[in-house]
RNA sequence: GGGCACUUGGCGCAGUGGUAGCGCGCUUCACUGACAUUGAAGAGGUCAGAGGUUCAAAUCCUCUAGUGCCCACCA
């Protein structure tokens, strides 16, 4: 051991993880089998960047887990992985070509798919390299991308599978599209945000009505109100003639409970292209009134000479974008004298692209659909039976309360980069569901047949992840001599991940793990929170308040890293980061060193096999230590990591180092061979005894003094010791 | 419009019925051989407010205020 009298991670955090590397004991197949079993699927990071805060939080909880079953002689796997991740690596994407002065439109599709291939390719490296720095003891032989081939051939099996059961079905519904990134997306991925825009009181024939959206009234097919409201009651069922800008026409009044009576005027104009409620309206009057009119395009322009070709106002406002449409039909029908009025002061919620922040616009597509009901209904069980148990368990009830609120999944995305769906469309219009090619259509024989151009929603494929990784196959279940890891590991026992995507991820795992595997994929879900600046603000490169990990290692080590994220960090709850905090624990691992240091320097002579007689006091200070074993035990076995991380920390500075090393001192130099030996056994056992508690928290520091410790192990490492007694 | 959480010394957080704790920061002192990335001593809180339950409440219940977050197709 070096006697420097700083500890310089830099000089031993690599050497260990090399160490450990080469000891081989990350993979479980060198752990012989015992009674348990210990797996943890790693969250796989979207391949389009570097590793942050939030990740390293991750890998910090993770692997002190995974460190501390292995230590405590469970057969215990965690399993590295990367995501593809869908839509967000195609966003990444396109800022880079933008910059770039490039366009994904004007690039083949075989290209652009190669040119973000290399790029996730390259991002995969970087991130390892990445959890190697944060100490993440995973087993590399086991490490899959979301984009290997059996794992996209599995997808696209489950999606078939689910399709011939009818959990699959493809629908013409208004779906959320985005006209900057051209891709529609599921519920989940919409943000809202309240706006004040004016709403328009126009008139309708004899009818007022109030609507936010006149640039859609080129759509409407119908007038609706509530069919109790006395005031429209002759109205009902009758057709009005209104005044459209473009002409005149016959536009029908029809009663639906959907209206609200309260709002403006209590009539509201139907446009069941381009609002989901209208949508629905037009779905119970089929029969009444005309069908949807898209006037809107996928450039989020006003199309209109599509439905009026011949119109010649139309051409006015034919291409107009939304907002400018907007404005000039206002100003156009306040010309006409047919705007009653115009409230400012109007509220409400707009749909956003989660990504850029534009308004979305619902939009008439086919589009295919997870029928999720009844996916959801046995995943409410099992955590209801509390097969999974959520922690903190107050996500219970934020669980139970979407997944009985639930609308069928839109899994299209009209982007490259994913998994293409294994659906194929002949020009007779016949859809054939399979991976390859059909030779040629069954139903007219035909081989014009195309593959369906969109891709699976990213989180189709990583919702079936802990399976999946784990190499999954139904046909193999009833293998032959070889138990697969599958059979191993599944059900993991613990999910550990962001409270933030327990809806997109951990809902949606236990949804298709259920449904595929007729098991749970997990025996507990563990949700940390976000990692904040230190003023609580969310880290984002706009505010330039984003840390990055990686530097803060550079100037503190890893231990130090790891020691800072989990102290104060309760489960569910954000955790503030500062660097003060930080600082604090490079210090402890200073004074770890020391401490070590100064345990090694006095027992250069220590006899490992000579029988200590121990003082009362002595037992008791060893008794002392026992006790707090089992107490760190426990918390470690209560998932409460930020407590025994604190109590060790305490112990080992105040305890050990303040009182049990200042009062060995003087017996350290006694002129007594026995009672210095003594004096060395005790330091010599409570050191390690505290390396060990540490070490799933601090591992490199922990590593390196066990290394040198006069009473270890041959061949071991620190990693593979075994947990303490007590 | 619903729901969830938070409010404890300057800051960040523990603490779920029985005389207020931790880290950082702060004050004073100490650079004698493990460590100044240190040691010793210390200051600092009517636990957001009000009411209730109890022999006893930061801890349980009700209400109020502030903060943050999530969900929701009111045009």
Redesign the pocket.
């Known amino acids: 051991m070096e006697i420097s009298?700083?500890?310089?991670p830099k000089k031993v955090e690599d050497r260990i993880y090399n160490l450990w590397l080469k000891s081989g004991f990350f993979n479980p197949d060198k752990l012989p089998i015992k009674k348990k079993v210990f797996s943890i699927i790693m969250p796989p990071a979207n391949a389009n960047g570097s590793l942050h805060l939030g990740h390293a939080v991750f890998v910090a909880l993770q692997d002190i887990m995974i460190r501390y079953h292995r230590m405590k002689g469970d057969k215990t796997l965690w399993l590295p992985g990367a995501d593809h991740a869908g839509f967000e690596t195609q966003v990444v994407y396109e800022k880079k070509l933008e910059k770039e002065g490039r366009n994904r439109f004007q690039i083949p599709r075989e290209q652009l798919w190669k040119e973000m291939w290399d790029f996730t390719q390259a991002n995969k490296t970087i991130m390892e390299n990445q959890l190697r720095q944060l100490g993440a003891s995973c087993d590399w032989s086991r490490k899959k991308f979301t984009l290997d081939p059996d794992i996209i051939s599995k997808t696209q099996d489950t999606f078939i599978q689910m399709r011939k059961q009818g959990l699959v079905y493809r629908g013409e519904r208004l779906v959320n599209w985005c006209a900057k990134h051209q891709t529609a997306f599921s519920?989940?991925e919409?943000?809202?945000e309240?706006r004040n825009d004016p709403l328009y009181y126009i008139k309708y024939g004899p009818i007022i009505l109030?609507?936010?959206?006149l640039e859609?009234k080129f759509g409407d097919t119908a007038i609706?109100v509530?069919p109790k409201d006395k005031r429209y009651q002759k109205y009902i069922n009758k057709e009005v003639e209104i005044e459209t800008l473009i002409g005149k026409t016959k536009i029908k009044i029809i009663a639906d409970e959907?209206?609200?009576?309260?709002?403006?005027t209590?009539a509201?104009?139907v446009?069941p292209a381009h609002?989901?409620?209208?949508f629905?309206?037009w779905q119970r009057h089929k029969n009444e009134i005309p069908g949807p009119i898209e006037v809107i395009d996928k450039f989020g322009r006003l199309n209109l000479l599509e439905h009026f070709p011949n119109n010649t106002e139309a051409k006015k406002y034919h291409g107009l974008k939304i907002v400018e449409a907007r404005k000039i039909i206002a100003e156009e029908m306040e010309k006409k004298g047919l705007m009653a009025k115009i409230d400012q002061n109007y509220k409400?919620?707009?749909?956003l692209c989660y990504k850029c922040g534009n308004v979305l616009e619902p939009r008439l597509l086919p589009q295919w659909f997870i029928k999720i009901k009844p996916l959801a209904d046995k995943a409410i069980e099992v955590v209801k039976k509390e097969k999974i148990k959520f922690i903190p368990s107050?996500?219970n009830?934020?669980y139970f309360?979407?997944m009985k609120?639930i609308?069928d999944w839109n899994i299209s995305r009209q982007i490259v980069w994913g998994i293409q769906i294994p659906a194929w469309f002949c020009e007779c219009g016949e859809i054939i569901i399979q991976k390859e090619k059909p030779e040629k259509c069954a139903k007219c024989s035909g081989n014009k047949i195309e593959q369906d151009t969109d891709v699976f929603d990213t989180w189709f494929s990583s919702c079936q992840w802990p399976f999946l990784a784990l190499g999954f196959n139904k046909s193999q279940s009833s293998s032959k001599s070889k138990i697969t890891d599958y059979e191993t590991y599944y059900p993991t026992n613990v999910m550990e991940t962001g409270?933030?995507i327990?809806?997109f991820w951990v809902a949606r795992m236990i949804m298709l793990g259920l449904y595929k595997t007729k098991k749970i994929p997990f025996k507990t879900v563990y949700l940390h929170g976000l990692v904040?600046d230190?003023?609580?603000k969310?880290m984002s490169k706009s505010k330039g308040n984003v840390i990055d990990p990686f530097g803060i290692i550079a100037d503190y080590g890893a231990d130090a890293l790891r020691m800072g994220l989990i102290?104060?960090?309760?489960p569910?709850?954000?955790?503030?980061f500062?660097e003060?905090?930080i600082?604090?624990?490079?210090?402890?691992?200073?004074?770890i060193?020391?401490?070590?240091?100064?345990v090694l320097?006095n027992t250069k002579k220590f006899n490992p096999k000579s029988q200590p007689k121990l003082s009362n006091k002595d037992k008791k200070t060893l008794n002392d230590l026992k006790t707090f074993t089992k107490e760190i035990t426990k918390l470690m076995e209560d998932f409460?990591f930020?407590?025994a991380a604190?109590k060790i920390?305490?112990y080992f500075?105040?305890t050990f180092?303040?009182?049990i090393?200042?009062e060995q001192?003087k017996r350290l130099s006694d002129s007594n061979k026995a009672n210095q030996q003594n004096s060395q056994y005790l330091l010599l056992k409570i050191l390690k005894t505290c390396l060990m508690l540490l070490h799933p928290f601090m591992p490199f520091i922990t590593e390196e003094v066990y290394q040198n410790l006069p009473i270890k192990n041959k061949k071991k490492c620190l990693m593979n010791e075994n947990w303490p007694k007590y």
């Open positions: 009298k700083i500890y310089e519920d989940l919409i943000k809202y309240e109030a609507t936010g959206r859609t609706a509530h959907a209206v609200d009576p309260d709002f403006g209590g509201v104009k446009t609002d989901p409620t209208d629905e309206i409400h919620n707009v749909g107050r996500f009830k934020i309360h979407w609120n609308h409270y933030d327990l809806f904040n230190k003023d609580k969310k102290i104060g960090n309760t569910g709850n954000d955790l503030a500062s003060d905090k600082r604090g624990y490079r210090n402890f691992a200073n004074k060193w020391n401490a070590s240091r100064f320097m409460k930020y407590k604190e920390y305490h500075w105040h180092c303040d009182k090393i200042e001192k």
